[in-house]
């Protein structure tokens, strides 16, 4: 069952908020405006298939529920890490470059 919150904003089955009708998380945009600053503008500019109204809905509903949309971006921070944690053999992007490089010039 999907709880329609207004005309922009849905929360699934379990209680995720997504834009309606856009396949894009609350989070997403939050996480936009969080690692880049980026205004409504700009997220508008580098995901025009969102409207600037569902942009500013999808802000607005962080807005009033800000403490639990920030407990599930440290929550799936902390997975993130645990899951990286658990790695036996995690690479750098300095070693996977290194064995790129070598695994195309064995190529040419």
Known sequence: MVAVLNSLIELDEHG??????ANTKVV????????????PEEMHREHPHLSMAQIHGAL?????????V?????????YVEE??????????????????????????
Not at 16 to 21: A, D, K, L, M, Q
């Open 70 to 78: 920030d407990a599930d971006i440290e929550r799936r921070d902390r």
């Open 16 to 21: 995720v908020p997504w834009i309606t009708g």
């Open 28 to 39: 997403e945009v939050v996480l936009d405006k969080m690692a880049y600053g980026w205004s």
């Open 60 to 68: 607005a509903y962080y807005y009033e529920h800000q403490d639990e």
């Open 83 to 108: 899951m990286r944690a658990q790695q036996k053999n995690p690479f750098t992007r300095e070693e996977l470059e290194k064995r790129r490089s070598l695994r195309e010039q064995r190529q040419s």
